[in-house]
């Protein structure tokens, strides 16, 4: 009943258009690629809360499995269902209007390294930092600098012009390197 | 090239003149081009804090995709299955019920009930109190008027003009027919 399939050269798009069509064993194959790349996105998005992020990404698959028809087949299937994934956050920042539970999640697993303590204190900093960005900007740190989306893409996923996504870009790299300032000159590359 | 790009993928010895004109902003120095080339490749690390997803996700939409479809359509037709049933079940019923077996009342029982006209209306006419009018259809009226005892005799004429024209159609009197007559008692 739920043979998987093998062919892992299929695109997404392609995969998408099998699941529509009935074939349910490309669903594992859907999930292996987008099932933790999701998790990640709702987890950092969603104030690191591991179950909230579990239950935005069945939410949207379960969307995906039950309304098949809801994918444009004209459309990147990539930057789509960021774009959807993008609006759940956006729906779940409305509704949480008070967001102070990352706040207390850095006093667990962050000790300083020996090995390297300037690095390991750098990576602290950074975190915290990037934590404490506002939705929007810490969405756009996601996509570009942690997950290496393109520009044309995170302007489909966002919803803006690709100009606006490039100033933003250089304005969020900008305020990371003020807040990180004390660093300057302390680590050496690589 | 992004100005992103440009940090993230190139050396500031490797700059040309133009690079370092459009990162100017971002790194005019040597230490803030490093500075922000770290931010930049640090973060593109998988942060360890980030848990795997659980295996009941994949567990809870594999069995929506693969088991609950053919249940939610398997009661479908059950569903409807059972309707149809019972609307057949009433069908029966509502045909074998037992006023449909009596021979009194299969000739036109209820249009008989409507045209029996109770006598204190002032409209049955001594003569003619026991006869049953019944109309022939909807569109052809009979026309019955009766006699007062004090009316013309146009009235009476009519009367009997009307009786011999729709005559075809008025069934027979109670008197004549005791079967009529127990159905009329039944009914008041």
């Known amino acids: ?190 | 090239m992004n100005v992103d790009e440009i940090i993230k993928y190139k050396e500031w010895v490797d700059l040309s003149a133009d690079e370092k004109q459009q990162i100017q902003e971002l790194a005019a120095t040597e230490t803030e081009f490093s500075l922000v080339k770290r931010i930049m490749l640090q973060s593109a690390i998988r942060e360890e804090s980030i848990p795997n997803i659980s295996q009941k996700v994949q567990d809870h939409l594999k069995e929506q995709l693969f088991e609950k479809k053919p249940f939610k359509m398997k009661m479908g037709w059950l569903a409807a299955a059972a309707v149809a049933a019972i609307m057949i079940a009433l069908f029966f019923i509502m045909n074998n019920s037992p006023e449909k077996s009596n021979p009194i009342v299969k000739t036109n029982e209820q249009k008989a009930v409507e045209q029996v006209k109770a006598p204190d209306q002032g409209m049955v006419e001594p003569v003619m109190k026991d006869t049953i009018m019944v109309k022939p259809s909807a569109q052809e009226k009979v026309t019955v008027k009766l006699k007062e005892k004090n009316s013309d005799n146009n009235k009476i004429d009519t009367v009997k003009i009307n009786t011999q024209k729709y005559d075809r159609y008025i069934s027979a009197t109670v008197e004549s027919d005791s079967s009529l007559l127990t159905f009329i008692t039944k009914v008041y």
């Open chain 1, 1 to 190: 009943m739920t043979d998987q399939i093998d062919d892992t050269s299929f695109t997404d798009e392609a995969l998408i258009i099998l699941l529509q069509q009935g074939d349910n064993r490309v669903f594992d194959e859907i999930y292996k690629r987008y099932g933790q790349k999701l998790f990640r996105y709702f987890f950092k998005m969603l104030w690191q809360d591991k179950e909230r992020a579990e239950d935005f990404t069945q939410d949207l698959f379960l969307k995906l499995i039950k309304n098949k028809a809801i994918f444009d087949k004209d459309r990147n299937f990539n930057t789509w269902i960021f774009s959807i994934a993008h609006n759940m956050c956006k729906n779940e920042y409305r509704k949480q209007e008070v967001r102070l539970k990352f706040n207390k999640m850095k006093e667990d697993v962050h000790t300083i390294n020996a090995h390297n303590p300037d690095l390991e204190r750098f990576t602290l900093a950074l975190h915290e930092c990037t934590d404490a960005l506002p939705p929007q900007k810490k969405e756009l740190y996601f996509l570009r600098i942690v997950e290496n989306y393109t520009i044309p893409q995170i302007a489909v996923i966002m919803d803006v012009p690709e100009g606006t996504v490039k100033s933003r870009i250089f304005n969020l790299l900008k305020e990371m390197r003020e807040h990180l300032k004390q660093f300057e000159g302390l680590l050496s590359y690589p």
